[in-house]
């Protein structure tokens, strides 16, 4: 058995794949290379039966239509393996994603609240169950964490080595490996509704989604076909009864030439290859106009946490305000963000703990309501009631994890419930309605270096500051550059302050950005930019990003969100990495250059071949002579047009399967440079290669 080395092709499948698709049945859904197919028949006929059609044949010529026969058949075989090289790459795509699917065993609970569960098969799981997932298991099937706090080895999906940390809320990914703790999750979908299933179906699909654009290239084909199948028909009517001496293997080499067969065998493979490079990458595309509208893209919503920075914002200084200290703020900032399970909140946490900031009030939590972080209200908080003592249970937050600390404190009078909150600046102004000495001051000058600011209240009194760093991702720069030479405008959407977003912005080439932020804000805002005609992507991966994902043009959602989020966008990023929204357009600017290039330079083949073979087959013509500037015979130039026709699908298959590279230009500017390398090209290329061919085919005796 022949394997590719790198690729993983199984070439002993791919040849036999290649000959099925032979099959005239199979080969009609490609209307260029079926009618290809029949010529083939027809010259073959003349081959075997040169004397049927007198008029257009000669017993003379069998070897010579028996040569243009096999050049015919195998330019179409060169189309059909083609789609077969695309679908075998796509399947090795599939075949690592089966892995993840495979059957497992999961441990069905038999009741909520209870602790006894059942051994079933993952495929026995219905939306909805409760399960088990114990350290070391792997996830049966998506689902929603219930219960629990554990260490997440995703790899096998994403390709990241580094474990994740998921919790009360989390999604979990079939497949997927628990590393620590134990975890009680509900089911989120049946069965033969996970991603993973859906991804596969998609890359293992006969049918697969066309977009607008090929949809309309499939319909030019048509046209062309049509139009030429017209002159070819006339062309022989007009030889029989002028008695021109034309014949058919002649006139069908001309029309085979003469139609867009380059990009009529290459247009499937391209359309195969992009949805492949989209699997490859982890994405699930649910149509193929997401796909066109990829590469059509001119506004990129994008948020700064997690695309433009690393996502992983860390508290590093708490900054008193007025008469207050650093201790005040640090241990209300802990009260507030105890229930606040955000990377922010469990840094705080975690920087007061190290610091000693932990409150006299910590006694009182087990009695304490909790506001949690909202993206609308952007703050948490809690107010406390007073008690004596105060039991920390097992599985606290990171440093506080797995100790069972016991405090007792002695107050000396009974304290009043008081509140505390922290949050965004804006928002905590508005939620106290009091605006300290030095506030405004004090948050530019916090905000200066791109950190972002929470603000700490504690009984309607702001105390002071909360300052978190993040870092912008290695390349964002360079990405933003080449988005914008593309004309592509870049937006950020942040809720942090103006100030922070400005510098953040100017640091990675973003001249457009809007801070302070609401959920409603990229709605808002993708729909004006539709109602200016331009095309919109955005990410999104919580229920209140669900509206804007559903109006986008390009609405790509993570995993790792919501149902509502993920059922919402057209695409899904299995790895759950924002910044992929970028690599998403590039991809299809790549589906969309690639196509148009195959194109230009097919079209522009013909016009060379129309040279070569015209004034042979109407060499009664003197006059027609003019135009053989090549000085080809008959049977040397149809051949050498035919081989060379056949010749160039072959060659150009890896530029179909990889994509042409897209550089940093505009569309215009991309498309005078592929017509000038691929347009020019396609006219000379042709003519030198038809000479070369035809030398060859003199030495050989033809």
Not at 6 to 33: A, K, Q, Y
Not at 94 to 106: N, Y
Not at 656 to 663: D, I, P, Q, S, T
Request: aromatic share 6%; hydrophobic share 45%; glycine share 8%.
């Amino acid at each position: 058995m022949i394997e590719g080395k790198r690729s993983g092709i199984r070439w002993s499948s791919v040849l036999f794949d290649s000959i099925v698709r032979l099959n005239p049945v199979t080969l009609r859904r490609n209307l260029v290379m079926f009618i290809t197919e029949v010529a083939f028949f027809i010259v073959l006929i003349m081959a075997l039966f040169p004397s049927l059609v007198p008029e257009v044949s000669s017993i003379s010529e069998r070897y010579f239509y028996s040569v243009v026969a096999l050049i015919l058949i195998l330019t179409v075989w060169f189309s059909t393996l083609s789609d077969s090289i695309a679908e075998a790459q796509i399947r090795n795509t599939a075949s690592s994603l089966r892995k993840i699917r495979e059957e497992l065993k999961a441990k069905r609970l038999k009741e909520e609240g209870g602790r006894e569960y059942e051994i079933v098969s993952s495929k026995d799981l219905r939306k909805g169950d409760l399960i088990l997932i114990e350290r070391g298991d792997r996830v049966p099937i998506d689902c929603e964490v219930l219960e629990g706090i554990a260490m997440v080895d995703e790899s096998l999906l994403t390709g990241e080595s580094q474990n994740v940390r998921k919790s009360m809320g989390s999604t979990l990914l079939g497949g997927s490996i628990v590393v620590t703790d134990n975890l009680i999750a509900r089911v989120s979908v049946n069965p033969e509704e996970t991603y993973v299933s859906k991804l596969i179906e998609l890359v293992e699909s006969s049918v697969r989604p066309k977009t607008p654009n090929e949809i309309s290239l499939s319909i030019l084909l048509s046209g062309f076909t049509a139009i030429f199948s017209i002159v070819a028909i006339s062309l022989l009517a007009i030889g029989i009864e002028l008695h021109l001496g034309i014949d058919l293997a002649v006139l069908i080499a001309l029309y085979v030439c003469l139609l867009p067969t380059t990009i009529g065998a290459l247009l499937p493979a391209i359309g195969i290859s992009g949805i492949n490079r989209m699997s490859a990458n982890r994405i699930i595309v649910k149509s193929g106009k997401a796909v066109e509208a990829a590469g059509d893209v001119d506004t990129l919503l994008v948020d700064k946490t997690g695309t433009i920075t690393r996502g992983m914002r860390k508290a590093v200084n708490f900054i008193p305000l007025g008469n207050h200290t650093e201790r005040e703020v640090g241990e209300a900032a802990f009260l507030a963000s105890w229930e606040d399970d955000t990377q922010e909140g469990k840094s705080i946490v975690e920087l007061a703990y190290s610091l000693g900031y932990i409150p006299q009030e910590i006694v009182n939590l087990y009695k304490s309501e909790f506001e949690e972080f909202s993206a609308r209200t952007r703050r948490s908080g809690v107010k406390i009631s007073d008690t004596r003592e105060f039991i920390l249970p097992k599985g606290g937050r990171d440093l506080l994890q797995r100790k069972r600390l016991r405090r007792k404190f002695e107050p000396e009078s009974e304290k009043p419930e008081i509140e505390v909150v922290k949050g965004a600046p804006d928002a905590v102004l508005e939620y106290v309605g009091r605006k300290p000495e030095g506030f405004d001051e004090m948050l530019e000058k916090i905000s200066e270096d791109g950190a972002t600011v929470m603000a700490v209240a504690e009984s309607g009194e702001i105390l002071g500051f909360i300052k978190l760093k993040d870092q912008v991702k290695p390349g964002v720069r360079e990405k933003i550059r080449a988005l914008r030479n593309m004309n592509i405008e870049v937006v950020m959407v942040t809720g942090d302050q103006p100030t922070t977003a400005g510098i953040i912005s100017r640091d990675v080439g973003i001249d457009e950005f809007i801070a302070r932020a609401r959920p409603e804000t990229k709605y808002e805002m993708v729909k004006k930019a539709q109602k200016e005609g331009r095309v919109t992507a955005m990410i999104g991966d919580g229920t209140n990003d669900a509206p804007a994902l559903s109006v986008a043009d390009v609405g790509l959602a993570m995993a790792s969100g919501t149902e509502p989020a993920k059922e919402a966008a057209n695409m899904v990023d299995l790895e759950s990495n924002p910044s992929k929204i970028i690599d998403v357009v590039v991809l299809g600017k790549q589906i969309l250059v690639t196509r148009g290039t195959v194109t230009a330079f097919s079209i522009a083949n013909d016009i060379a071949k129309y040279f070569v073979i015209v004034p042979v087959m109407f060499s009664r013509l003197p006059h027609l002579q003019a135009i053989n500037f090549m000085h080809l015979t008959p049977h040397v130039a149809v051949l050498s047009a035919l081989i060379y026709n056949a010749l160039v699908i072959p060659a150009l298959i890896p530029l179909a399967l990889k994509g042409n590279k897209v550089r940093p230009l505009d569309t215009m500017g991309m498309f005078i440079r592929n017509m000038m390398i691929y347009g020019l090209g396609g006219i000379v290329l042709p003519f030198v290669a038809i000479k070369v061919i035809s030398i060859l085919l003199t030495w050989g005796g033809v």
